[in-house]
């Protein structure tokens, strides 16, 4: 199952934990996010 970003809905100063993603699909993440993102991803 895959999910789009817009499917996605958080409050200010919440977190969103994603398990069992491997480091490519971390880097695809935060090129899909863009470098002018709101969001913080550690």
Known sequence: ???????????PGQNLLLKDI?????ETLLD??????ATRLS
């Open 1 to 11: 199952m895959q999910l789009s970003f817009n499917q996605i809905v958080t409050k």
């Open 32 to 37: 899909e996010l863009g470098e002018t993102r």
């Open 22 to 26: 491997n480091w490519q699909m971390f």
